[in-house]
């Protein structure tokens, strides 16, 4: 049986120039007020104009195919290639059994689930007869967690780690007597796993990326952490990310300039392992979410 994998990512603008066109896409065909386009293009301006995601990704796939010896695809929910342009490649490798990843370790219906219905809806229309095989999620995958723990193993001593993943509106895990959205959950049990892998004591954990929309968003916020650590006298943080596996604005961003800023004004030094990037462990930890999605 011929098989293969796909591995399925946000997508980000590499132009400040396609800043506005990428917003449309990530709000459903709604194009962004300038306000909004302009606030984005300013912090993709801040990190050099462009967003290593596609790189990256690019880079894991490559990795995994090597490992695994099978082909190995990628597809981006909002931006080139898109999910449905891989499909059409994915149909044309004659394909029996794919493994399908979503780059994002804990499940959401807002994250991951939006990634089965996209990438569904491409199989279709591509005319893909391959059978998918899902990974919903590889939060607790031992490799994994080895991975995270190796980052933060080179900074976390001596020093208060606080654990964050992408917040998301508080609406989107859904009203009661409907099954619990499992993210929060996931989330937090990824940043246990790592704190016990290390032996951590000290250690937190908070939402960061809050989105620029009136809707209630999940907390902590890394900012209240910050103010509560100031006050407490604590000088020294590392922010975890645990929640990403690769570089982008998020990181870049959001905790290498906002996160650092807001710290330093409060007498905090701050700080984050490096990203899980090109992580041969990490890539160990796909290869083995893979083999079991293709048993």
Known sequence: MKQGVLLLAHGAPER???????????????????????????????IGGSSPLLAWTRAQAQALERMLEIPVFFGMRNWHPFIRETMDRVRDAGLERIAAIAMAPQFSELSVGL???????????????????????????????????EKLENVAAGRKVLFTAHSLPEKALGPKGRPEDPYVRETRATAAAVAARLG?????FAYQSQGL?????????VESCLDRYAAAGIREVV??????????????????VVFRDYAAQRGIFLCRPDALNGSGKFTAALAEVAKRCLA
């Open 213 to 221: 929309t009136d809707d209630r968003w999940l907390g902590p916020t």
């Open 16 to 46: 400040l120039e396609d800043v506005e066109s990428y917003l449309t896409f990530v709000r459903g065909g709604r194009p962004g007020s300038p306000q909004i386009v302009e606030e984005v293009k300013r912090r993709y301006q801040a």
């Open 115 to 149: 990634y089965i219905r996209r990438t569904e809806e491409a199989r279709r229309e591509a005319g893909v007869a391959a059978e998918i095989r899902w990974a919903t999620s590889f939060h607790d995958e031992p490799l994994l967690i080895e991975a995270f723990a």
């Open 239 to 256: 922010v975890a990310p645990i929640g990403f596996v690769c570089d982008h604005v998020e990181t870049l961003y959001d905790v290498d």
């Open 200 to 204: 951590l004591a000290d250690w937190d």
